[in-house]
Each structure stands twice: as C-alpha cells, then as structure tokens.
C-alpha cells in the first residue's frame, strides 16, 4: 500500500518562498513509469496541476507556474519537495501530492495540507 504524506509550513508571507514536501512509503519515487505530482485547490475552486517529477527525475510543470515552481527529490528519504517562489494570496490553497501511471490516472493521494498566503 503506497502512502504520500504532505509536510510543510501552514502559513506562508507573501513575497515569501513556499517548500512542501511529500513522503512516500510502500513504493519508491524511482520506480518506473510513475508520475509524482503536486495538486493544488484553491478555495472554492478546482484541481490545479502544478507539477510533476518522473520516476527518471524529470519535470513539467504547469505553464502558468513554470516560472515560479521547482520540484526536487530526495531519494534516500523517498521524498519529492515542491518550491513555489513569490507567493501572493493567490497562492492560498490545500496542496496535495499524488501519484499517477503512464496514463496519468491518480491512484494514491495524500491527504492534503492547507497553505495560506498572509501577513
């Protein structure tokens, strides 16, 4: 059973840069043909994709963020860390990571941690 686990500060100042990380267990972030992906959903809105780092240690990203967004990884921890610089209120949301297949269907999320953009 694969498990994702988000972490990071919930209260972030604008202009400031915001890191959240993902813990996985039961299934390593190297293995093949696996999509580790960071979802965001603003308040009274939608899913947003905002990135994905493959098993092979590339990344896309949304273009609306590709400016602002990194994603790394630690492979020792069997971790992948979102970065999103800049933020504004607009950044204000619950950030989930994910994982997809090779045909992007989401099997494990984690639950989920609300991130708010404020003096």
């Known amino acids: 059973q694969v498990q994702l686990q988000e972490s990071g500060p919930g209260l972030v100042k604008p202009s400031q840069t915001l890191s959240l990380t993902c813990t996985v267990s039961?299934?390593?972030?190297?293995?093949?043909?696996?999509?580790w992906t960071w979802i965001r959903q603003p308040p009274g809105r939608g899913l947003e994709w905002m990135g994905t780092?493959?098993?092979?240690?590339?990344?896309d990203f949304s273009p609306s963020l590709e400016s602002r967004a990194s994603i790394s990884r630690d492979t020792s921890k069997n971790q992948f860390t979102l970065q999103l610089t800049t933020v504004t209120p607009e950044d204000t949301a619950v950030y989930y990571c994910?994982?997809?297949?090779?045909?992007?269907?989401?099997?494990?999320w984690g639950q989920g941690t609300q991130v708010t953009v404020s003096y």
């Open positions: 994910a994982r997809a297949g090779t045909n992007w269907s989401f099997d494990y």
């Open positions: 039961g299934g390593s972030i190297t293995a093949s043909y696996y999509y």
């Open positions: 780092i493959h098993s092979s240690g590339n990344t």
